[in-house]
C-alpha cells in the first residue's frame, strides 16, 4: 500500500499536505473520535501514486534543511505600538505578511472561523483582510486551503505561508518535489503541541453561557490585557465580552499540563531544532526580556531568502542572546508521561467525555503536580501586577 493509509493514522499530524497534493482528491481532513484533525484516505479513489507518502512529515522525516542553532537569531518588535498590542509577541508574522501583500504575494495563515469555531488556514490578498490571521489560535487548524498555495505557485505566483512545523515541513517537502520551493516564504511558528477539540468545545460551552450567546463575533486567544505573559482568552458577543485567566480556564489549565495535546504533538521532531522553514518565530521568552508587558518576537532565519525578508521589514531591533540561550527557554525535549497521556486519550475516545480524560490524567500524575495546580488556582485571589511578578520569577527559576 502506497498510500497514507491506517498505519500511519496514530502519529498523523493533521497538516493536510497529502490533501493538497493528492491528484485524485481522494484525502480528506476529518476530526477523529478524540478530537484531532487526521487524513482518510478514500481507497476507490486512489491510484496508488505514493505523493502522499513523499511528502508527508511522518513518512518522509526530515532530511536536509537546517539547525537553528546554526542560524542567526533576532529579537524583534514591530515599530508599530498597535500591532504589538494585538499580536501574540512583538508582531512579526504580521510585519512579514504585510511587506509580501505589498509586493502582490498572496499570503496564506490561520483565521478563527467564528461560524464553525475552528481554526483554518485562510489565503488572502490585501491588507485590509491582515487583521484576521493576527494573534495565534492555540487550535490545530483545517488547512484546506494549501491545496490553493500550491495551484497558485503552480501559476507563476509567490505566496507566503504561516503555520506549525509539521505544517510547514510537509509543505517544503511537497513544494521541492513539485519544483516550487522558489515561489514560497515558509514562516514556521514555535510549537507547544495542539489541544483536542473536546476541550475546546467545553470551553465554548462556558464562555457561550457566560456570554448568553450562541456565536461569537470574536476570540483573542491571547488578549494582552495587561502583560504579554498573561494569555488572558478572550470572547466577544454582542457588545459583551469574556475574559479568562490562564489559572482558571480549563483550556489553559489542560494546555500548559500537556494533558490531551495530539498523538503526533508527542515524539513530535519537527518542533525541534531542525527545520525546513525560511524563517521560525516566537515568543523570546527567558529572563532577557521579561520585565517587559509589550512582547518581542524570536525570530530565526534559516536561508538567505529568511534573511532577505527580514532586512526588507521596518522593525524594532532589540540585542538578543545567542541561540543556546533563547533555546532554554522553550520545551524542546518534548513531553514525559506518555504512558499517561495515552491512556487519558484512550478514555477521551471511550467515553467520548473530556472532563472524565483529564480526572482520569489528574488521579495518576503524582502529588508535586497536584499540590502546583491546587497553588495556581489559590493565586488567582492576588492581584494581575503580583501573579505576573510570580509567573516571571517561576519562569527564571526554571531557566537557573
Ligand atoms: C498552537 C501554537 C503553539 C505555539 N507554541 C509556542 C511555543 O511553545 N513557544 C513559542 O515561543 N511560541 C509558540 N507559538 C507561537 C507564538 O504564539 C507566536 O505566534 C509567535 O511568537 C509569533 O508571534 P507574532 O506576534 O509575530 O505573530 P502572531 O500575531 O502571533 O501571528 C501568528 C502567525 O501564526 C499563524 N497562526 C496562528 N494560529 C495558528 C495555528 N493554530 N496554526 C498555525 N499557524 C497559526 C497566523 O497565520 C499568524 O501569521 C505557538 C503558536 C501556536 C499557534
Ligand atoms: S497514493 Fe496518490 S492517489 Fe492515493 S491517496 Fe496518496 S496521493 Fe492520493
Ligand atoms: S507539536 Fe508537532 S505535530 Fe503537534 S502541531 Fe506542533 S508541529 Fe505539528
Known sequence: ???????????????????????RRAISLNLDDAGFFRAFVQEDRCINCGLCQTVCNRFSPITGGKDLRDSSLYALQSDDDGIVQR???????HELAAACLRKDWAVCGVIYNTEKDRAEHRLITSLEELP??????????????????????????????????????????????????????????????????????????HMKKKLHADRFDRVLFRYKKDDWHSYCLRADAGGRSFFGARETELFWQVFF?????????????????????????????????????????????????????????????????????????????GYQ??????????????????????????????????????????SMILPDELRAKLRKANSSRKLK
Open 257 to 333: 499540563e500537556n494533558i490531551l495535546l495530539g498523538d503526533a504533538c508527542f515524539g513530535c521532531e519537527m518542533r525541534k531544532t531542525k527545520s525546513l522553514a525560511d524563517l521560525r518565530l516566537g515568543d523570546y521568552w527567558g529572563r532577557r526580556f521579561q520585565e517587559r508587558k509589550d512582547g518581542v518576537s524570536a525570530v530565526f532565519a534559516m536561508t538567505e531568502r529568511g534573511e532577505q525578508a527580514i532586512r526588507d521589514l521596518q522593525l524594532r531591533k532589540l540585542e538578543s542572546g545567542t541561540p543556546e540561550e533563547m533555546l532554554l527557554a522553550q520545551n524542546m525535549e
Open 87 to 93: 499580536c501574540s509577541s512583538g508582531g512579526i508574522a
Open 337 to 378: 508521561n506518555r504512558e499517561l497521556h495515552d491512556a487519558a486519550m484512550e478514555v477521551l475516545r471511550r467515553e467520548k467525555d473530556i472532563l472524565a480524560a483529564v480526572r482520569y490524567y489528574r488521579a495518576r500524575e503524582g502529588t508535586k503536580q497536584t499540590i502546583k495546580r491546587a497553588l495556581l488556582r489559590t
Open 132 to 205: 484576521l490571521l493576527d494573534g495565534s489560535k492555540y487550535l490545530q487548524s483545517d488547512t484546506s486551503a494549501l491545496r490553493r498555495v500550491l495551484d497558485l505557485a503552480m501559476s507563476g505566483n509567490n505566496v507566503a505561508v504561516f503555520g506549525t512545523p509539521c505544517q510547514i515541513g510537509s509543505l517544503s517537502h511537497a513544494a521541492e518535489r513539485l519544483g516550487l520551493r522558489d515561489r514560497l516564504l515558509l514562516v514556521e511558528i514555535f510549537c507547544h503541541g495542539v489541544p483536542s477539540y473536546k476541550l475546546w468545545e467545553r470551553q465554548l460551552e
Open 1 to 23: 500500500m502506497k498510500h497514507i493509509g491506517e498505519q500511519s493514522n496514530p502519529a498523523c499530524s493533521g497538516c493536510g499536505v497529502c490533501a493538497a497534493v493528492c491528484p
